[in-house]
């Protein structure tokens, strides 16, 4: 729903940033600003499914166990090298930083390090 709410899903958009993928960490980057995104125009139009973002993190049988508050206080302190690797690579935002910007509404969710 976020994603069709910012535009993210049209021909031309998607033709648009093509070119960004040929540039390493660039296509990744701009993917990753697109999640948050989606996320902020998910959570304007229906705040209480923020929760939703811990299927993520848990599956569908273990969700509800997952602890949104505790992975967004990770997001702050996980670090290291491997960490450092995946969120340069990554399309997607980890979940810890994630839930981390979805819980805090007033900071952006950190597309680079």
Do not use: I, K, Q
């Not at 209480?48 to 967004?72: D, I, K, Q, S």
């Amino acid at each position: 729903m976020g994603h069709l709410a910012a535009g993210h899903t049209g021909y031309w958009r998607r033709v648009a940033t093509l070119g960004a993928d040929l540039v390493p960490g660039l296509g990744s980057a701009l993917s990753r600003a697109c999640e948050y995104t989606a996320d902020n125009h998910a959570h304007a139009h229906v705040p209480e499914g923020a929760h939703g973002v811990r299927l993520y993190a848990g599956g569908p049988t273990l969700y509800r166990r997952v602890n949104l508050g505790e992975m967004a206080a990770r997001a702050h302190t996980d670090r290291g090298c491997s960490l450092l690797l995946y969120h340069l690579l990554s399309r997607h935002p980890g979940n810890t930083r994630r839930m981390a910007a979805l819980r805090d509404r007033d900071r952006r969710g950190r597309v680079f390090l």
